[in-house]
Structures are given as structure tokens and as C-alpha cells.
């Protein structure tokens, strides 16, 4: 009888190490808001997102290909940059056919830990692209790691959240010995049916709707396959794959 391969959930950056990503599928979760705006990006027509891990280095490299740069810190736009981390501001109008240079405070530097720690395969998911992502790790059969970006190496509960949703619909399928995983499963089938209602709960729906108003990048946040694309990292950028 084959072996399931594995499943586990990295509930922080800071406990990424722990976990051998050699062989495995790194799916980076940023729900507030970097992976969702990678996707939604990518839905409306982005050519890719090239994720940075600096404002300077995002001015730099939007030049010399006629990207866009863009990025936040702590919630807000980064001082020097015109366009930020919300996936509503990446229209097909405003984005189809061009490249986002991406930096945010969480998901971009996971995303860079991922490859310092030489991951197989890299893959970017929130709410918007829960489909996507799912078909795409039962298609590969391969191990994964779920990892959660938090907020500043600390947990969060909106990661966790849609870790939970990706392990509730592929539970059967992989072998989970992990009481993370069980946990975040077990979270997201409490919640799963009124997650809108559950948000002003979450520290980080504070910062952003609270201090910048933001309830609307909420609401596409945690709505399921509203840009059900895949974001693939491939060559130093973000692309779909197909």
C-alpha cells in the first residue's frame, strides 16, 4: 500500500525551520492581504508579481521592467511608493498585461525564508484561490507545508483559519500527524460558516478596518475562489500556474 504523503502546518515564520521543505510544497498564506493580492492580481491579467523584500529594491526593479511598485508596512502604503497591498486596488484595467513589484511586512519575506530554506515547489494561497490551491496539492501528491505568515513571527488566526480550510478538504488524502494542523482544521470548521461575522475578532482585522477602514479588502479576503487562480513561483516571480 503507497504511503500518503505528508502534511504539516508552520503556524510562524519563526518555526518554518522546523519543518524539511526540500521535498515538500510550500504554500505561503498571508490572508491579510499579500497573498490575496497576489492573486487577485494575477485574475485580473497581472503578466506576474515579483515579490522583494524592500521598498528601494521595489522602486528599482518596477523601472527597469515598467512595472508597478508597491508595497506596505504596518497596514499602510510604504512611504515612497503610490500603490499598496489591497486586492482591490489591482483592477484588470490598472494591472492586465503589467508586472507587480510586491513588498509587504509578512508574506514577501516568508516567501524568502521558503527559498532560503531551498523549498521544491513554492505556491502563494488565501480565500480567494482556495480551490486552486487545493486541486493543485492533491494533483501532486507530494508533501506539503502549510505556512502561515502571521503577523511579525507572531501567530494569527486568519492564516491559521485558511490552513484549516485547505486541510478540511484534503484530510482523507494526506497523512497529518501534526497537532498544529489538527488544530487549525478544528478552528476552521467552527468558524467555516459565518467567517465575516468571526473577523472583528482577529487583531489584524483591527489594524486594517478600525485604523484604515479597509472592511471591504476583508470581505474579499475571506471569500472563497473570488480570484481562483494559482500563483506559481517560477525564476524569481509569482506567475499562474496553469
Known amino acids: 500500500m503507497k504511503t500518503q504523503p505528508s502534511l504539516f502546518t508552520s503556524l510562524s515564520p519563526a518555526l518554518l525551520h522546523l519543518y524539511d521543505l526540500s521535498d515538500s510544497v510550500v504554500v505561503i498564506i498571508d490572508v491579510f492581504r499579500a497573498t490575496s493580492t497576489i492573486a487577485s492580481a494575477l485574475h485580473n491579467g497581472a503578466r506576474a508579481v515579483i515579490p522583494v523584500d ?3 529594491k521595489a522602486i528599482e526593479m518596477s523601472k527597469n521592467i515598467d512595472g508597478i511598485a508597491a508595497g506596505e508596512r504596518d497596514g499602510m502604503i510604504a512611504e515612497g511608493l503610490q500603490h499598496g497591498n489591497s ?15 510586491l513588498t509587504t511586512t509578512n508574506g514577501t519575506r516568508l516567501l524568502q525564508m521558503a527559498l532560503d530554506r531551498n523549498a521544491s515547489t513554492i505556491v502563494a494561497g488565501s480565500f480567494p484561490n482556495l480551490s486552486a490551491v487545493c486541486d493543485y496539492l492533491l494533483a501532486q501528491k507530494k508533501n506539503v507545508v502549510l505556512g502561515c505568515a502571521g503577523w511579525k513571527d507572531r501567530f494569527n ?3 491559521t483559519l485558511f490552513a484549516g480550510a485547505v486541510i478540511d478538504r484534503l484530510q482523507e488524502q ?23 461575522d468571526f473577523a472583528p475578532r482577529l487583531t489584524h482585522y483591527h489594524r486594517l478596518v478600525q485604523r484604515f477602514g479597509l ?17 506559481f513561483y517560477k525564476d524569481g516571480k509569482l506567475i499562474i500556474k496553469k
Open 87 to 101: 486586492p482591490l486596488e489591482y483592477s484588470r484595467e490598472f494591472i492586465g498585461g503589467r508586472t507587480l513589484v
Open 157 to 159: 488566526l486568519e492564516d
Open 174 to 196: 494526506f497523512s497529518i500527524h501534526c497537532d498544529s494542523s489538527l488544530m487549525a482544521v478544528s478552528l476552521y470548521r467552527q468558524h467555516k460558516d459565518n467567517l465575516l
Open 54 to 56: 524592500s521598498v528601494p
Open 215 to 231: 472592511i471591504e479588502d476583508i470581505t474579499f479576503c475571506l471569500t472563497p475562489d473570488a480570484a481562483n487562480v494559482l500563483p
